[in-house]
């Protein structure tokens, strides 16, 4: 079956610790998105890639890095310097000529 | 600032048609009116988008006025299942990775 997975589903982070969000992709989409939701709020952009080995800044990158190392992974790490990562995160995929873009089931991350 | 606006919260009767509003009254002419729905804890689902004309898949039909300037998003016989928040979004088209402007959405309750 096609389509974006991500796991763990739930994750917990000890204080001053990195942890890294996997996100796998198999409809050949160019472009790979991270977003973060906190409750009752919209989806705010961490960071996007639109081709391996090359990324952005979305508006709330601060605390966040990612990698592209291949097409169709694109894992997000929550460093320590991220002081309040407890939160939905989402990954998403696009073509780059279309701007549909297909979620991902999303992780729970929350800081023990 | 966002660029639609919705209704926090809507009902539906189970079977009955499920009319979902939507303004974007500063929509460009080259920017697509784009619908998803997020069900509690689930990333975010694609359902339909459109620029001028009227729209319809197997899941809804989006009906958009003729000065583009709001749209309607009609699930024709509502299930159970389509409780979720439904989030109305414009953006344009540039042949690149961009990030989808969510706002706060309709909370849209089936009511068996």
């Known amino acids: 079956d096609g389509g974006i997975t991500q796991s763990p589903k739930y994750l917990f982070r000890k204080e001053g610790q990195n942890v890294t969000l996997s996100c796998e992709q198999n409809?050949?989409?160019?472009?790979m998105y991270w977003y973060r939701q906190d409750p009752g709020q919209g989806l705010r952009l961490i960071y996007y890639?639109?081709?391996?080995?090359?990324?952005q800044k979305g508006d709330i990158a601060e605390g966040y890095s990612v990698s592209r190392e291949k097409k169709e992974s694109f894992p997000l790490t929550v460093t320590s310097a991220q002081k309040n990562p407890t939160a939905f995160y989402l990954c998403a995929s696009s073509f780059l000529t279309g701007e549909t873009q297909y979620f991902g089931p999303g992780t729970r991350l929350l800081v023990l | 600032d966002a660029k639609t606006t919705q209704p926090p919260s809507m009902d539906c009767a189970e079977g009955r048609a499920a009319n979902l509003p939507c303004n974007h009254s500063t929509i460009s002419g080259n920017e697509y009116v784009y619908w998803y729905r997020q069900i509690h804890s689930q990333g975010p689902q694609y359902i339909i988008h459109g620029l001028k004309n009227n729209e319809t898949n197997e899941m809804a039909s989006l009906i958009i006025t003729e000065d583009r300037k709001s749209s309607t998003l009609i699930l024709p016989h509502a299930t159970l299942r389509d409780t979720a928040v439904y989030y109305c979004?414009?953006?344009?088209?540039?042949?690149?990775?961009?990030?989808?402007?969510f706002g706060s959405g309709t909370q849209l309750t089936v009511l068996p």
């Open positions: 979004i414009v953006e344009g088209s540039s042949g690149s990775a961009r990030q989808l402007t």
């Open positions: 409809l050949n989409h160019d472009a």
């Open positions: 890639s639109q081709i391996v080995n090359d990324f």
